[in-house]
């Protein structure tokens, strides 16, 4: 067979469902044009750390004045934004919880318990290492901010605590 052009507007499998494999395995196919749609491209990361410990006793979600924040302006109102954080948290306060969530602006993102939970089950206080995240759908293209946000069910809760680094990142995703 002679090599040649193939020039055609759709390329279906002959049931109209499936999978078409161009190439074999080991081989490279090129391409001079752009390929794919571009979707799910990191456009922009922005970053923030907070070193300082911060306390609270409100049963209700809290910023507690932390600079664990960022402002992202997505491209597109049909682009995503993936927040993720670390953090240190406890509970100095036996059998109490310290719950951690992500706002965007005044969402509550991670609903009424947060994404996360220490809980000091033994004497003394209980404090570790802790991640969070979640893939957003903003729906604009005005600045949001994405905050960190924690409440205890009792005794007093920590952030960052033991002089711990939080970090907060938001990527913003070609939809």
Known sequence: MADGIL???????????????LGASGETITSSAVMGSGMGKVLQV??????????????????????????ITPASTSNKVFVCVSLGSGN???????????????????????????????????????????TDSPNTTSQVTYQVYFKVSGGTGKIN????????TAMEIQG
């Open 92 to 134: 100095n306060t036996p059998a109490k919880h310290t719950y951690t969530t992500i706002y965007r602006d005044s969402s509550n993102l991670g609903g009424s318990q947060g994404f996360l939970t220490n809980y000091q089950g033994g004497t003394g206080e209980h404090y570790g290492g802790a991640s969070m995240s979640i």
């Open 161 to 168: 605590s033991s002089a711990g680094t939080g970090t907060i």
């Open 46 to 71: 922005v970053s923030t750390t907070d070193t300082s410990e911060r306390t609270s006793t409100s049963t209700s979600f809290v910023t507690g004045s932390n600079t664990l924040s960022v402002n």
């Open 7 to 21: 020039k055609v507007g759709q390329i279906t499998t002959s049931s109209g469902s499936g999978t078409i494999n």
